[in-house]
């Protein structure tokens, strides 16, 4: 559900930045309507205050936050911090965030009960459903559980 999430804010932004980034039409730099009947000479004659370049600054602002926003939602992607507890199956791993619990695959890296850590994996379901959390390294121990 959260690589949903993921991937469709990611769409929005790339979809963003291909509308902001886009050429858009060409028209030329000589007065209204280009008409070159009347009091016009045809000679170019620039802007009395020259041209802003605020159009540019917004353009380099605007993909540097998108990056910034794709940084952020893919940085923790695939992580999972909480509380290591021991039951019956072996060990899980409550997710302090959303309060899931998972079970803990015994391949990855060693962890004990009553350990609070950032686990770095996936999650996937066994068999019969549940929730089990594949962790392939651990990124921090932050200490022990408090109750």
Partial sequence: MRTHKILTTVGLLIGISFRVLAPGPAY???GSGGSTTGSSTGVYTPPQ???SSSTGIGVGIGAAAGAGVLYLALRHRGSLA????????????VDTKHNHTYS???DGP??????RVVL???KIKDASGA????AKKMEKDLGTCTP
Wanted: charged share 15%.
């Fill in 131 to 134: 929730q089990v959390f594949q």
């Fill in 120 to 122: 770095k994996g996936k």
């Fill in 110 to 115: 060693v962890v004990k009960s009553g350990q």
């Fill in 82 to 93: 909480g509380c290591v507890a021991q039951s019956d199956d072996g060990l899980t791993l």
């Fill in 104 to 106: 803990l695959m015994l």
């Fill in 49 to 51: 205050g020259g041209y």
């Fill in 28 to 30: 030329g730099q000589y």
